[in-house]
């Protein structure tokens, strides 16, 4: 395998995000509409601004929430931010009983995300953590069989809905992990069923069955790797991937600062070395603490659970503020396509860290208004009122997205779908 030796322009100003066009404005009849008053607004980013919608499974099923969360105040929160939902997909939880799967309540979330005009990815359909309790009992043989079948059934259930797969999760540490319920070491580093196999058949081995699993179930998918190790090992292991022939749409970069924001050259770096293979690059799994920071000689972020972690005034500064710089950072580099924040809320959070954009009583933060402010101010187009010239056109700009253009009542759609210059055509439909 050959890896080019490729340059990327990193471009504080966001050139690479933004689009302008000259839209010719026609009636329902194809007439231009010229010299007439229209109003044009961005109905949707290009750029995958995400997070987890965990929490929306119990409202969506008319369930309470596990957290006591206002679920119908934050949804409204994350809806106008977001445009792109993780679910969970963790075996042990969505498969507790074998041949028992949660399908329908994760389906029917899923639909929910995609009525309400989002992208939406399952997440992770192979991992060693929070797996299956029942597989201890089987042979390797027989783990890979229902672990391959596991795969088939979820990718093709959510085919339409979910087309989007953190494939296989953290493989870099996959066939030397010793850490189970509880993340307690147990005796026997064999205890896992997952590890199990992946020690079997090898880092690259298993990656390509798992792949060619979800590939097979649906050949349109974006399948991502993903994982938290920004080592060289991560990179040997896609080299190794690659070479081998394991077609991988996107690679997913976890980002849990949890001892601190990486700053922006840290994080430029990192997206470099990375991007280097030509894929896409998700920032899956990205964290920023509005409290005290964990200590720095922690190695293993699990180590760390205590009490009680809560949010501080001094905190959410510091939270809001590093929060415009790693999104600022991550869109001025033209590889990176998505983010993928890992919580609203604090409620629940994730080893109790105070990450949320949100408290628990569901108020925002300084870094939800921070981050709004971006995607739906600084980097969108509110409703604007044009006026065709004589030949019906206007000149619109923007970010990568979808756009209308509306008046009296009809409306048409376009999108600014690269930068640069483009002549779009619409006509107006009542």
């Known amino acids: 395998m050959v890896i080019e030796d490729r340059s990327f322009i990193v471009d504080p100003q966001l050139a690479h995000r933004r689009g302008s066009a000259i839209v010719t ?32 499974i119990e409202l969506v099923n008319g369930q309470p929430s596990a957290n006591g969360e206002d679920l119908e105040k934050m949804a409204k929160l994350w809806f106008d931010v977001f445009n792109f939902a993780t679910l969970p997909f963790y075996w042990g939880n969505f498969e507790p009983e074998r041949g028992k799967p949660d399908t329908q309540r994760v389906l029917k979330t899923a639909k929910w995300f995609q009525d309400n005009g989002c992208l939406v990815k399952g997440h992770p359909l192979a991992w060693h953590t929070v797996t299956a309790d029942w597989l201890l009992g089987l042979s390797n043989a027989e783990i ?82 993903n994982d938290f190790d920004m080592s060289a090992a991560y990179e040997c292991l896609i080299e190794g991937c690659l070479e081998a022939g394991v077609r991988i749409d996107a ?98 959070a994730w080893l109790g860290a105070p990450v949320g954009f949100v408290r628990a009583d569901a108020t925002p933060k300084r870094s939800y208004d921070a981050l709004r402010s971006l995607v739906k101010g600084d980097w969108w187009l509110a409703p604007t009122t044009m006026t065709t010239d004589d030949e019906g056109r206007l000149a619109v700009s923007g970010f990568l997205g979808d756009y209308e253009v509306a008046v009296t009542g009809a409306t048409a759609s376009f999108a600014l779908d690269r930068p640069g210059d483009q002549a779009v055509d619409v006509r107006l439909d009542r």
């Open 251 to 348: 690679l997913g970069l976890q980002s849990h600062m949890h001892q601190g924001y990486w700053g922006e050259e840290k994080t430029l770096a990192i997206v470099d070395r990375f991007a280097r293979y030509g894929l896409p690059i998700h920032f899956t799994e990205s964290t920023l603490l509005s409290g005290h920071l964990m200590p720095p000689e922690i190695v293993d972020l699990n180590d760390y659970q205590i009490p009680d972690w809560p949010s501080t005034p001094e905190g959410e500064a510091r939270q809001a503020d590093e929060m415009v710089r790693h999104y600022r950072t991550l869109l001025s580099h033209p590889a990176v396509e998505a983010i993928t924040y890992w919580g609203l809320s604090d409620a629940g």
């Open 25 to 56: 404005v026609r009636a329902a009849d194809g007439q231009p509409l010229a010299n007439t008053a229209v109003t044009v607004a961005q109905r949707k980013h290009r750029f995958l601004f995400g997070c987890i919608g965990f929490e929306f």
């Open 144 to 225: 890979v069989d229902v672990q391959k079948a596991r795969i088939r059934r979820e990718v093709t259930d959510f085919k339409g809905v979910i087309d989007a797969w953190d494939v296989i999760n953290e493989v870099v540490i996959m066939p030397i992990f010793d850490k189970y319920d509880g993340f307690e070491r147990r005796a026997s580093t064999h205890d896992n069923g997952i590890t199990r196999i992946s020690r079997e058949l090898g880092r690259i081995g298993i990656i390509r069955e798992m792949f060619d699993e979800a590939r097979a179930a649906n050949p349109g998918a974006t399948l991502l790797l």
